[in-house]
Structure formats: C-alpha cells, structure tokens
C-alpha cells in the first residue's frame, strides 16, 4: 500500500501505541484486499457491547483508554445487550452488566458517542453522495451505500475503532466503484405491503446469492418506498446474503436507470419475485405445537414512525396473558415518543419497551428462553428471525398487522 | 516431510502458517448466528455442522453469513480458549477478515478446488498463507 507521511508516521509508532496498533491492523486488512491507498474518513459507527466482545474486548478498550487514544472523527455506537433499567427484571446477570457499563466508560474516555443505535442513519447522522465512512452494523452500511450513495465496508468493532481512531480506512471492496455495480437483477411484481413483505423479499433474494460481492438491482418496484421499508429490506439482504448494497432503479442515486446501476455488468441472471413467492416465505415456517408467546419488533430498532403504527395497533388492546412483547428503540427516540404518548399506549397494553438494546445480543438471552418458555419467536423482521437462532429458538416471520393479533390473543396463525 | 496428498491454492491469505484437524462445511457461517460462543459449539438449528465444536479446528466454508460481530467474536473466542486455528472460506467478507487478523487468526479467500469435493472432515491439513495454499497432510 501507498502510505501518506501521517500513516507513516503512525505505523511508525510516532503518534503513539494506539495508533501504530490500529492503523497496523488496517494495513493488514487492506494488503489481504490488495487496497492501494488509505481513504479519510468522515464519521464512523461501531459495534461495541460485552456480549459480543467479551472480557478480551473490554481488556483492548480499557487499553485503549489507558493510552489515551482519541477519536479522530465522530463515531457512535450501535444497539447494546443491555437497558440498564431491566436488568433485574430480564434476570440478567449483574455482573456482565457491570462490564457492559465499563465497555461505556472506556468508550467515552475514547471520546465516543454512546447512542447505542442500530439506526444511526435514520437519528444521528446523514451521509452525503460519495462520502467516505467506517461503518458496522451490516444494516447501517447497506443503507449507506444503496440509499445515500455514500461509502463504506462492513466495519467490524475493532476495525470500526481503528478507523476512528486513524481517520481513515483501506480502500477496497464498497470504497471502489467496481464493487458497487450492480450484478443481478431482481424484478419485483409482489405488491410488499408491510414491513415484513420487504423483509421477505430481502430473504429470497439474499440466501441463494450469498456474497458480499452480490449487489442485487431492483426493478419493478410499484411505488415510492419509505425509508422504514427500505430499511427492512437492506437489514434481509445483509444478514441473509452478507450484502452491502443493492441498487433500486429510480429510487436509489446510483440507479436513474437500469443501465447505470449495472455500470456495464452483464444482468448475469434475472430474477423474479411475485406475491406468492412472498407468500412462501411466511408459509415455510413451523410451529408444531403453535406456541406463540414471545413477539418481537426489534433487530432493527424501531423507527419513530414504526412506533407511532405500532401503538396504533395496539391501542385499547392488552397483550395475551403469559406472552411477553418487546419492542427495542434508541433511548433518543424512546423520549420523544414517550412524550408523543406512543410507548405510553405501548406500556398500556403491556408491551414491554426497550432502550439502547436489540433482542437477539441481549446478555442472558438463551437463559431467559428457557426460564420463560419460549420455544418460537415470531417477529415482523427478517433479519431477527435470521440473527436470533444461535439462541435455539424456533423462529418465525408474520406481518405487523399478524404479529399484535397473536400477542393479544395467543393464538398462532 | 512427505510431499502433500493434495494442494489448494488460495486467492487472498494471512497469517501465519498452521496444522490442524479439518471440519468442512456444506453451509456458510456466522460467529453470531450459528456458534455458540461459550462453548465453541454451532447451535443454530438445522445447521450442517450443528452440534460439532469449532475448537482448535481449520474451518472451511463456502460463504460468510451476515454480519458484524466477526469483528469481535473471533477475538473473544481465541481468549476464551475455543477458538478455531484457521479460517477458510470460498468467499468471505471484510468483517471476517478484519476479525480474524485483529484476534490473529490466518484467513484464506477463494480457492482451486472445492474443499467439499476434495476434503473430508477429520483430514489432517496444513494453512500456508504466505504461499497461497493449503496442503492435505494426511487422511485417517
């Protein structure tokens, strides 16, 4: 790699240990890519919770912290495994949380923004065209990338710290525009009328084409789509087929027309997705002995607006004796729609709301199935009927609109 | 040393050169998805390796599945004393890599032959990423 006299300087081990450390590993990642340069960076978002990293991760912050190292541009932090107000009452492990609090302070020390938000781009920062960034959560860069037409690779936490820490990252993969075009062609003649139809959709176009490499183009999409199914659908595509961008023709910018999102490719292969593939998806899922008891909005957090339908929905109504309902948001957005009365609804039914958190990385989550008895998880998000499985559960896929009827009546359908 | 029974040549590599116990796997995989982490044990359901343990094992897939929390995991799991000793994949993605370089894991990308059709789990193999290979040692 061609190396500027900065990054000389700090593979050198001139700007500190910290530094020569995070920029040794970015060298490294780059090399294995064939990256020729390092790109700045303006902002970047990582993935930083005790569940994920472990005692080995608290120790690197906590070394980190003890450098003094110092972040060059903003960076904030994604969903995390704990609300510390829940806790007790989740039966999580005080200890870990005790860690998980640690993981906070180190940060700050870091000066990193805890937002604590898998949706950073629909509350904290908007991405410009072309703009450079070192971004983890896989739902965050796929938006990045196909909605704003901004640049960024799947971040990993410590990669995501290094490049915040640096100002900069390699460029391979999604910073150049060979990995951007488009490389198959999905046309859409299902109508997707909710949240889960477009995750759906991301599910069978994702699992068969599993590649970063893959950048699905979109085609035949009925009507304007709003950010909150475009955000379903990206959060499919990434964590069923590992994908970083899609393009959606006259929706996303690098899209005015067919031909520009391919960029010269060869459609490879086309494929279609028609109302009863949609329908397919929601029909392969198994519940033996119909058990219903934990519904899930989460995995991504919920967007104002979701939260808004969704106390439309559960309005007047009380969640099934003996069947647990979470929904995760940010903290942020948590205030505002406390004071718009939307969670006030939510808690009112016995919805139980979540903070700064996603459900499948809380801490003590395969315990907490077991002491409750949930055997299926059903959810509106495909990604979280994908991500939570480790767990052991069961997992199935439903509408919104399906998802309140079977929290309030706990019956399976 | 005898001549290797079989050589792959790999597209991208790094790390140093190690032996080990093959597992090979029909599915792709993800630290988050698929593997408990506590026991280094693959627990997704219905997964094609669900109940081996990924211990001290040379790990070949043909895809990465998902997602971030690469970047951490395989860092944790080394510390934790189950983690594998090398990671090989037909295509993988960044997080894997940046993961496995940050926990000092070799990684390879891309390859000759189809381990599916040319190894079996519980083959002895060797990882030389400087050289762009993998070698099969032995078979028992």
Not at chain 1, 111 to 129: E, G, L, R, S
Not at chain 1, 348 to 371: D, F, K, T
Request: hydrophobic share 40%; proline share 4%.
């Amino acid at each position: 790699m061609r190396l500027s006299a900065e990054e000389q300087a700090m593979a050198a081990g001139e700007r500190g240990v910290a530094l020569r450390e995070a920029i040794e590993l970015q060298i490294a990642v780059g090399e294995f890519y064939g990256a020729e340069r390092m790109v700045a960076v303006t902002n970047a978002h990582m993935m930083g919770d005790i569940e994920v990293m472990g005692d080995a991760g608290l120790e690197h912050l906590r070394r980190l912290a003890e450098q003094g190292a110092h972040c060059r541009v903003d960076m904030s932090t994604n969903a995390r495994c704990f609300d510390f107000d829940w806790v007790e009452r989740l039966g999580q492990d005080a200890g870990e949380a005790g860690k998980e609090r640690r993981v906070i302070e180190h940060l700050r020390a870091l000066d990193v923004a805890t937002t604590d938000t898998c949706i950073n781009y629909q509350t904290i920062y908007q991405p410009h065209f072309g703009e450079r960034l070192a971004w983890g959560d896989t739902g965050t860069v796929i938006w990045a990338n196909s909605v704003c037409g901004a640049r960024t690779n799947f971040e990993g936490g410590p990669s995501a710290m290094a490049a915040a820490l640096t100002g900069r990252t390699p460029e391979y993969g999604m910073h150049l525009d060979a990995a951007r075009r488009g490389t198959f062609v999905v046309k859409v003649e299902a109508p997707l009328d909710d949240l889960a139809d477009w995750g759906a959709l991301g599910k069978l176009v994702g699992e068969p084409h599993q590649s970063y490499y893959h950048v699905p183009v979109f085609t035949g999409i009925a009507r304007s789509p709003g950010a909150d199914e475009l955000k379903h659908l990206g959060c499919s595509l990434a964590s069923y087929g590992s994908m970083a961008m899609y393009h959606m023709v006259g929706v996303t910018p690098e899209a005015p027309s067919l031909e520009a999102a391919l960029g010269g490719n060869p459609a490879r292969e086309a494929v279609t997705v028609t109302a009863a593939d949609i329908e397919s998806v929601y029909a392969s899922y198994r519940n033996q002995d119909a058990s219903c008891n934990f519904v899930v909005f989460s995995g991504p957090q919920l967007s104002l607006w979701e939260l808004k339908r969704l106390a439309g929905l559960f309005d007047g109504r009380e969640v099934h004796a003996g069947t647990t309902v979470f929904v995760t948001t940010s903290s942020a957005l948590a205030a505002q729609a406390r004071k718009l009365g939307y969670i006030g609804i939510l808690e009112a039914a016995g919805v139980i709301v979540l903070e700064g958190v996603c459900v499948y990385i809380l801490q003590n989550l395969s315990a907490m199935r077991a002491a409750n008895r949930w055997s299926h998880m059903i959810s509106n998000s495909a990604k979280i009927v994908n991500t939570i499985t480790a767990h052991k559960f069961n997992t199935i896929l439903r509408r919104t609109e399906q998802c309140v009827e079977i929290a309030c009546s706990g019956v399976f359908r | 040393m005898n001549a290797p029974r079989l050589v792959i040549e790999v597209t991208r590599a790094w790390g140093p050169a190690v032996e080990g116990e093959a597992v090979v796997s029909a599915e792709g995989f993800s630290p988050r998805y698929d593997l408990d982490r506590w026991s280094g044990v693959i627990t997704k359901r219905g997964h094609k390796l669900e109940g081996v343990s990924i211990c001290d094992k040379i790990l070949f897939f043909p895809t990465a599945k998902g997602g971030i929390a690469a970047g951490w995991a395989f860092h944790d799991i080394k510390h934790k004393g189950i983690g594998p000793k090398a990671l090989c994949f037909g295509i993988t993605n960044p997080v894997m890599v940046q993961g496995a370089i940050f926990a000092g894991m070799p990684i390879t990308e891309g390859w000759s032959q189809d381990p599916l059709q040319c190894l079996r789990s519980g083959d002895w193999v060797r990882v030389d990423p400087a050289a762009k290979r993998i070698e099969l040692l032995r078979r028992p």
